[in-house]
């Protein structure tokens, strides 16, 4: 073999579960704060945008391992990418919260 005969190796798609964690992160850290466009904001990274980034890391994840390349799946993606999506969702919760409150008094 002279070497162009390797086979390319596929990892999991980490950047969007990145941006999922950041997203979560990012409308938690907003969470303090008592405005309401703040937690408008904070709702839309905790959920749309941290739904939206692990909808698609599961989506490539599984056409990745279904493609026939060497696939080298991470044995924690699907227990990480429910983690951020739970986190989201909690995040997303007490934003929802302040909202509806905010709107109630008014």
Known sequence: MDGSDSVEVVRPPFLLLVVATVSALG???????????THLAGY??????CFL???RFAQVDQQRAASPV???????S????TGV??????????????IATELAVV
């Open 78 to 81: 699907r227990a990480v990418c």
């Open 53 to 55: 980034f692990t909808a």
């Open 27 to 37: 409308g938690a850290a907003l969470l303090p704060l008592l405005q309401l466009s």
């Open 44 to 49: 839309g990274l905790s959920s749309v945008v």
């Open 85 to 98: 999506l739970t986190a989201g969702l909690v995040v997303a919760c007490l934003h929802a919260w302040y």
């Open 70 to 76: 060497d696939y080298r799946p991470w044995a924690v």
